[in-house]
Protein backbone atom coordinates (compact mmCIF):
# COMPACT_ATOMS: atom_id res chain seq x y z
CA UNK A 1 0.00 0.00 0.00
CA UNK A 2 0.98 3.75 0.08
CA UNK A 3 1.36 5.99 2.93
CA UNK A 4 -1.98 8.44 3.28
CA UNK A 5 -1.33 11.49 1.10
CA UNK A 6 -3.65 13.68 3.28
CA UNK A 7 -2.45 15.61 6.98
CA UNK A 8 -4.01 13.98 10.16
CA UNK A 9 -3.37 14.49 13.60
CA UNK A 10 -0.29 12.51 15.08
CA UNK A 11 -1.26 14.20 18.63
CA UNK A 12 -4.88 12.59 18.54
CA UNK A 13 -3.50 9.51 16.98
CA UNK A 14 -0.69 9.08 20.02
CA UNK A 15 -3.71 9.86 22.45
CA UNK A 16 -6.20 7.30 20.73
CA UNK A 17 -3.88 4.21 21.92
CA UNK A 18 -5.37 2.90 24.99
CA UNK A 19 -3.86 1.27 27.89
CA UNK A 20 -2.71 2.43 31.11
CA UNK A 21 0.68 2.24 30.29
CA UNK A 22 0.66 4.15 27.23
CA UNK A 23 -1.78 6.66 28.48
CA UNK A 24 0.78 7.97 30.82
CA UNK A 25 3.65 7.88 28.43
CA UNK A 26 1.91 9.91 25.97
CA UNK A 27 0.96 12.34 28.55
CA UNK A 28 4.21 12.28 29.62
CA UNK A 29 5.50 12.95 26.52
CA UNK A 30 3.02 15.16 25.51
CA UNK A 31 3.78 17.38 28.62
CA UNK A 32 7.19 17.97 28.26
CA UNK A 33 7.56 19.44 24.80
CA UNK A 34 5.27 21.78 22.24
CA UNK A 35 2.11 20.39 20.74
CA UNK A 36 2.44 22.61 18.17
CA UNK A 37 5.38 20.84 16.83
CA UNK A 38 3.59 18.07 15.61
CA UNK A 39 4.18 17.86 11.71
CA UNK A 40 2.90 15.55 8.92
CA UNK A 41 5.10 15.68 5.81
CA UNK A 42 3.62 13.53 3.37
CA UNK A 43 7.06 12.86 1.47
CA UNK A 44 9.30 11.83 3.95
CA UNK A 45 8.61 11.53 7.50
CA UNK A 46 6.48 12.28 10.57
CA UNK A 47 7.97 14.61 12.71
CA UNK A 48 7.18 15.21 16.47
CA UNK A 49 9.74 17.52 18.29
CA UNK A 50 10.15 15.48 21.21
CA UNK A 51 12.60 12.80 22.67
CA UNK A 52 13.26 10.20 21.07
CA UNK A 53 14.21 8.17 18.25
CA UNK A 54 16.55 9.84 15.68
CA UNK A 55 19.90 9.98 17.56
CA UNK A 56 21.67 12.43 14.67
CA UNK A 57 19.08 15.08 15.55
CA UNK A 58 17.91 13.91 19.17
CA UNK A 59 14.35 15.55 20.33
CA UNK A 60 12.78 14.09 16.51
CA UNK A 61 11.31 10.92 15.67
CA UNK A 62 11.61 10.44 12.46
CA UNK A 63 9.23 8.04 10.79
CA UNK A 64 9.35 7.07 7.12
CA UNK A 65 5.51 6.58 5.97
CA UNK A 66 6.71 4.04 3.41
CA UNK A 67 8.39 1.89 5.81
CA UNK A 68 5.49 1.59 7.98
CA UNK A 69 3.16 1.17 4.25
CA UNK A 70 5.80 -1.44 4.33
CA UNK A 71 5.05 -2.86 7.85
CA UNK A 72 1.40 -2.75 7.21
CA UNK A 73 1.91 -4.89 4.05
CA UNK A 74 3.88 -7.35 5.90
CA UNK A 75 1.36 -7.78 8.90
CA UNK A 76 -1.88 -7.35 6.40
CA UNK A 77 -2.88 -4.99 8.65
CA UNK A 78 -4.00 -1.32 8.06
CA UNK A 79 -1.51 1.73 7.69
CA UNK A 80 -3.22 3.26 10.66
CA UNK A 81 -2.77 0.02 12.98
CA UNK A 82 0.89 0.04 11.56
CA UNK A 83 1.14 3.78 12.46
CA UNK A 84 0.17 3.36 15.96
CA UNK A 85 2.41 -0.14 16.30
CA UNK A 86 5.11 2.09 15.20
CA UNK A 87 4.45 5.22 17.73
CA UNK A 88 4.15 3.11 20.37
CA UNK A 89 8.10 1.48 19.87
CA UNK A 90 8.98 5.49 19.80
CA UNK A 91 7.38 6.44 22.94
CA UNK A 92 8.78 3.29 24.11
CA UNK A 93 12.24 4.59 23.18
CA UNK A 94 10.92 8.07 25.04
CA UNK A 95 10.48 5.99 28.16
CA UNK A 96 13.88 5.31 28.08
CA UNK A 97 15.54 8.49 27.03
CA UNK A 98 18.74 8.49 28.88
CA UNK A 99 19.88 5.55 27.92
CA UNK A 100 18.55 5.83 24.28
CA UNK A 101 19.83 9.02 23.75
CA UNK A 102 23.04 8.06 24.70
CA UNK A 103 24.68 8.14 21.33
CA UNK A 104 26.33 5.56 19.69
CA UNK A 105 30.32 5.47 20.15
CA UNK A 106 31.79 4.22 17.02
CA UNK A 107 32.91 1.47 18.84
CA UNK A 108 31.75 -1.59 16.43
CA UNK A 109 32.57 -3.67 19.02
CA UNK A 110 29.86 -2.08 21.09
CA UNK A 111 27.24 -1.74 18.82
CA UNK A 112 25.03 -4.90 18.99
CA UNK A 113 25.15 -3.87 22.68
CA UNK A 114 23.88 -0.88 21.91
CA UNK A 115 21.16 -1.53 19.30
CA UNK A 116 19.91 -4.34 21.35
CA UNK A 117 19.40 -2.44 24.79
CA UNK A 118 17.61 0.09 22.55
CA UNK A 119 15.20 -1.74 20.82
CA UNK A 120 14.87 -4.10 23.53
CA UNK A 121 13.53 -1.17 25.87
CA UNK A 122 11.27 -0.20 23.10
CA UNK A 123 10.24 -3.23 22.27
CA UNK A 124 9.49 -4.50 26.32
CA UNK A 125 7.27 -0.84 26.70
CA UNK A 126 5.13 -1.51 23.45
CA UNK A 127 4.85 -5.33 24.90
CA UNK A 128 3.63 -3.91 28.18
CA UNK A 129 1.39 -1.43 25.57
CA UNK A 130 -0.30 -4.63 23.78
CA UNK A 131 -1.03 -6.83 26.89
CA UNK A 132 -3.22 -4.14 28.52
CA UNK A 133 -4.68 -4.03 25.05
CA UNK A 134 -5.42 -7.51 24.53
CA UNK A 135 -7.00 -7.43 28.17
CA UNK A 136 -9.63 -5.26 27.74
CA UNK A 137 -9.99 -7.05 24.03
CA UNK A 138 -7.82 -4.68 21.69
CA UNK A 139 -4.32 -5.60 19.71
CA UNK A 140 -1.49 -3.52 18.12
CA UNK A 141 1.33 -5.34 17.02
CA UNK A 142 5.04 -5.56 18.42
CA UNK A 143 7.20 -3.99 16.38
CA UNK A 144 10.24 -6.02 15.57
CA UNK A 145 12.56 -7.03 12.97
CA UNK A 146 12.04 -7.73 9.60
CA UNK A 147 12.24 -11.55 10.67
CA UNK A 148 9.83 -10.68 13.11
CA UNK A 149 7.64 -8.39 12.63
CA UNK A 150 5.32 -8.96 14.98
CA UNK A 151 7.39 -9.85 18.43
CA UNK A 152 3.93 -10.33 20.39
CA UNK A 153 3.31 -14.17 20.25
CA UNK A 154 7.32 -14.37 20.12
CA UNK A 155 7.62 -12.43 23.68
CA UNK A 156 4.17 -13.91 25.38
CA UNK A 157 5.85 -17.18 24.52
CA UNK A 158 9.62 -16.07 26.22
CA UNK A 159 7.88 -14.87 29.45
ZN1 LIG B 1 13.59 1.38 17.95
Not at 9 to 35: E, P, R
Not at 61 to 86: E, G, Q, R
Not at 89 to 104: F, K, V
Request: net charge negative; with cysteine; hydrophobic share 40%.
Amino acid sequence: MSPPTTPFNLKTTLQGILGATMKSAVNAFLAGQGQEDYVYNAHSYLEVKSLVNNLSAPGTIHINPNDVAAFADTLNISYLSALKSVLVHEIGHAQYATSDLTAYSGDPAKMADWCYQREGEAAAFAFKVTTELVATGGYLSVAGPPSMPDLYSVMVAAV
